[in-house]
């Protein structure tokens, strides 16, 4: 059986003039909010509960929020993704490591692989470009990229870095940046980048490797579980 706004409206109206009073100028900021027909039918349904035209402080704060929600979604639906490169010697046996977390700082997936030989920036850009093309893969449009490299983040804003050793590195990342999607290119102090400085230096694989992780590694938990709860680190 079908059920028209009119009807759930004439329903829970909590007074004789159910209809005179949704019509009115008190309500029409309701009707007026951004967002589908059910999330404002939603308000008025609270607003009306109590029969006094007042709202608990539960039902406030849940309108408030999805308030918010509706009117901000690119927010909720950003994911954060940290990288990190190490070079054994620099140059030497370098690896990569990367992090995707949704917006409360919940895992969503790792990555993780070896380098025959490289630097640290090249180990770096190397990071950044296989996370931006998993995340790609795995379907995210909305992404906030942070490094703690200023030297890998200046060359990929850089408008020309033909002659740099990096260059084809710079190349495959800048196309991957301009493809259909939001990216923000963010800097993070080392102490801030645990979670992928862990996977980073945890792979102990053959060389040229690449691993992706549904689930985050035992090794790596408490960092994780220190970056949700805001923990702060002394920078050395």
Not at 17 to 42: C, E, T
Not at 43 to 66: A, H, K, Q, Y
Request: a positive charge; one cysteine or more; aromatic letters at 12%.
């Amino acid at each position: 059986m079908t059920l028209y706004y009119s009807t759930i409206l004439s329903t829970n109206c909590k007074h004789f003039f159910g209809y005179a009073v949704w019509a009115s100028i008190s309500y029409r900021w309701i009707w007026k909010l951004p967002g589908p027909q059910k999330f404002r039918l939603f308000i008025w349904l609270c607003d009306n509960s109590s029969g006094r035209g007042e709202m608990s402080p539960i039902r406030f704060l849940t309108v408030l929020w999805t308030v918010w929600t509706t009117r901000n979604p690119s927010v909720i639906n950003w994911v954060k993704m940290n990288t990190d490169g190490a070079a054994k010697g620099n140059p030497g046996l370098s690896s990569f490591g990367g992090v995707i977390r949704n917006s409360i700082g919940g895992w969503e997936l790792g990555f993780m692989g070896k380098i025959s030989y490289a630097s640290n920036l090249v180990a770096e850009l190397w990071a950044i470009r296989e996370g931006l093309q998993i995340a790609w893969e795995f379907g995210y449009r909305h992404l906030i990229v942070e490094s703690d490299s200023t030297v890998a983040l200046q060359l990929l804003t850089s408008q020309d870095t033909n002659f740099h050793p990096a260059d084809t590195l710079v190349r495959d990342c800048k196309a991957l940046i301009c493809r259909q999607w939001a990216i923000k290119l963010q800097h993070v102090f080392r102490e801030a980048n645990q979670v992928a400085d862990g996977l980073a230096n945890l792979i102990s694989s053959n060389a040229n490797s690449l691993y992706v992780l549904t689930n985050p590694p035992s090794r790596i938990k408490d960092a994780l579980l220190a970056d949700v709860r805001g923990t702060l680190f002394q920078r050395m």
